[in-house]
């Protein structure tokens, strides 16, 4: 893990106690003595490790609290074990710091009178809430929620730092209006591609990165990404009573829509082509295990191209006699777009008729940690990279396919229109794509989901000719 990673996991668990204390403090009241001295002796003792043992009650140092409930892939005595103690200590200090400054700010009431003739009354949380703050307080309601993974988290952060660059973290929401917003779009429409990571603009300012000529700027569809996210930020503090209204809603740039562009999915001649070419190899198009399995897999299953990628051969496994593909973030390397992504797909038996779970055994016999091991990793896009590159380049170009806006994505377009066309409930489609249900009925009353038998009778139903 990252160095900046492993602040963030901190951050993000801290911050979230932090709201927690504050919504105690203000149902029940100020913190009682034994309290104060609890988080002044914590700051005091962060270095000796057995105040945590008897003064806390804890067995063990309580870093390896954050540990489990993060699943950090970090072993006791290790190097990397030892950082992250020393950086749980910083973090802890820095929180219970940011307990006794709150609840010591109680002390004073701000009397000050305020200018009734204005033309806009601004609330206390406006006036004083930066856009830094908001930021905090919406990704913790989002990770305490579960709605967001560890990925998704660092995306949307990423996205909520540009928006930092162009406006100042340290912005008063009240000063943020619809000029603002209409600034940021401006602004965005001007960003360099990668600006954060690209040799020729990771080292300049934002100013001087906008600045630049010749360089190829954030395209349309990446724009409209990071407007979505902060329409869905000010949504939320709009809701929260934090501003009075969502400046940065409608405000994406329409996109009209080719023939080319709509057509997503493979048709049925498409899918065929490719399988047999795939099958047979006749044109010597397949070199490697990834070019064969990756594509056939992607086809039976709709996975998304990084979840096949980074799938182990301890991935492969039966539940209730049905061998499955288990889609999870378990192990170290492994990131999901959602929670919801934590899945079992049922293996399509035209793959085990081809030889998949042969494969696979001969994987674990050469004790192999991932099914597709000769693709490698790429930091910010995990394993998938090589595979798309050759799937969305030379092997399509090949088949003529390559100017028709398909990729190794329209695999996972393909499955939905045949399951809903083969009458498959959308739920259950949702269920073996990933997706996120809606209603009480699918999230609370139906918690423990469709069998693996259901969803396999859905797959083996579609037909592919």
């Known amino acids: 893990m990252r160095y900046d990673e492993m602040r963030e996991v901190l951050k993000r668990h801290f911050t979230g106690m932090l709201e927690g204390i504050k919504g105690r403090i ?45 699943d950090l892939p970090f072993k006791e005595g290790t190097p990397e074990y030892r950082a992250f103690k020393e950086e749980y200590k910083r973090s802890r200090v820095s929180y219970s710091q940011a307990v006794l400054d709150y609840d010591a700010s109680l002390n004073v009431y701000d009397l000050k009178p305020h200018d009734i003739h204005s033309k806009q009354s601004v609330s206390p949380d406006q006036q004083s809430t930066t856009l830094e703050q908001l930021i905090e307080k919406y990704i913790a309601e989002r990770v305490r929620g579960g709605n967001w993974t560890f990925r998704t988290e660092k995306d949307y952060r990423s996205k909520f730092g540009l928006l930092g660059d162009m406006l100042s973290m340290d912005t008063a ?20 591609k990668n600006i954060k990571t690209s040799p020729i603009t990771r080292d300049l300012t934002f100013e001087d990165a906008l600045a630049l000529e010749d360089v190829g700027r954030m395209d349309v569809k990446t724009i409209n990404t990071h407007l979505a996210a902060y329409n869905g930020l000010f949504k939320w503090a709009e809701a929260n009573s934090y501003i009075d209204k969502n400046v940065f809603a409608g405000i994406a740039i329409k996109q009209g829509k080719t023939a080319d562009k709509a057509r997503v999915a493979f048709s049925g001649e498409q899918i065929a082509l490719i399988r047999d070419t795939i099958v047979r190899n006749e044109r010597g198009l397949i070199k490697k295990a990834y070019q064969h399995w990756g594509p056939l897999i992607g086809l039976y299953t ?13 991935d492969i496994r039966q539940e209730d006699g049905i061998w499955c593909f288990d889609i999870n973030d378990r192990s170290e390397g492994k990131t999901l777009k959602t929670t919801s992504a934590r ?14 779970i042969k494969f696979v055994e001969t994987l674990r016999a050469d004790k192999q940690t991932r099914l597709l091991h000769e693709l490698g990793y790429s930091e910010g896009t995990g394993y998938g990279r090589n595979l798309s590159r050759w799937f969305n380049g030379p092997f399509l170009k090949a088949l003529g396919m390559d100017k028709q806006a398909l990729v190794f994505h329209s695999f996972r377009h393909t499955m939905v229109t045949k399951l809903l066309q083969s009458g498959v409930a959308e739920p259950l489609a949702k269920s073996i ?17 469709y069998t693996v038998a259901q969803k396999q009778e859905a797959l083996e139903g579609l037909l592919w000719n």
Not at 302 to 314: C, F, K, M, V
Not at 343 to 356: A, V
């Open 302 to 314: 709709g996975a998304r191209l990084n979840e096949i990628a980074q799938l182990g051969p301890d």
């Open 26 to 70: 203000a149902q029940e009241g100020r913190l009682k003595e034994d309290k104060v001295a609890f988080y002044t002796e914590t700051i005091k003792n962060i270095d000796d490790d057995s105040y945590f043992e008897f003064m806390h009650g804890h067995a063990k140092h309580p870093a390896h609290t954050v540990i489990e409930e993060y």
């Open 173 to 192: 929401l009240s000063a943020i209006d619809t000029a603002t917003a209409r600034k940021v779009k401006e602004s965005l429409q001007r960003v360099p």
């Open 433 to 449: 794509l990933g997706h996120a249900q809606e209603g009480v009925t699918q999230t609370v009353y139906f918690e423990k989901g």
């Open 343 to 356: 899945r079992l797909i049922p293996i399509h038996s035209k793959l085990i008729e081809l030889g998949f």
